[in-house]
């Protein structure tokens, strides 16, 4: 396992457009995070996953965001209708239980133009 | 309102001497502290953490203190390489009530070691 995954690296989009991002966590670590990074902000809190149960939603995540985990290992996140604003990077995270050090992935940068 | 604060958004330092980067939080619920690096087009990678029942905590050049009584934390890398160029965020962990702890991020602090 080297890590957490996530695809695509870069994505451009014209607004309106539906995206949908993946992110593989390391197998064994059950906790999984989303985050997004603005320019010059730290990573924000999006939602959080345990197992395949989505267990936290920031106020930040709009009825236009949906994220999911299947059987607990892999998870989507998916934005409808793209706006301007949601151009950012966005993070994938994964813990083992009992740890308080995230594995981040190297991020999705999202352009919508 | 930021819960996590670092006030210096970039900071230069010869090769060979000492960085040190400041954090300053106001939740006193967080128990964990964090440091990462960034560097341009990558993840945040963990550098080093701190518990809140400890003052101190070292890593190779790496030392990161706390001060519960001021919530303040710092990060001194000695000696700086030109390697250590990026960006460092400060992180403070709390249990959040559903299984985990979630971290908050400040918006971090840009390091440029001169050679």
């Known amino acids: 396992d080297t890590g957490v995954s996530q695809d695509p690296r870069h994505k451009i989009t014209k607004r309106g457009q539906n995206v949908t991002f993946r992110c593989d966590p390391i197998?064994?670590?059950?906790?999984l995070y989303w985050y997004r990074q603005t320019l010059g902000q730290g990573p924000e809190f999006l939602t959080y996953?345990?197992?395949?149960?989505?267990?936290?939603k920031s106020r930040l995540l709009s009825d236009r965001f949906s994220a999911e985990r299947p059987k607990g290992s892999f998870s989507t996140l998916e934005i409808q209708r793209t706006e301007q604003g949601d151009s950012a990077m966005y993070l994938c995270?994964?813990?083992?239980?009992?740890?308080?050090?995230?594995?981040f992935g190297s991020g999705t940068r999202l352009t919508v133009v | 309102d930021q819960q996590v604060k670092q006030n210096s958004p970039s900071l230069s330092v010869q090769e060979g001497r000492i960085s040190i980067l400041n954090c300053d939080y106001t939740n006193s619920m967080f128990d964990y502290f964090l440091w990462y690096k960034k560097y341009p087009a990558e993840g945040p990678t963990f550098l080093i953490s701190?518990?809140?029942?400890?003052d101190k905590n070292e890593d190779g050049r790496f030392t990161v203190f706390l001060n519960k009584s001021a919530k303040h934390l710092s990060l001194h890398i000695v000696p700086s390489q030109p390697g250590d160029s990026a960006v460092y965020f400060c992180a403070a962990s709390k249990y959040s009530g559903a299984g985990s702890y979630q971290l908050t991020f400040g918006k971090g602090t840009k390091l440029s070691v001169i050679p």
């Open positions: 701190i518990s809140s029942i400890k």
């Open positions: 995270a994964s813990l083992m239980r009992g740890e308080h050090g995230y594995t």
């Open positions: 996953f345990q197992n395949e149960a989505q267990l936290e």
């Open positions: 197998s064994e670590h059950n906790r």
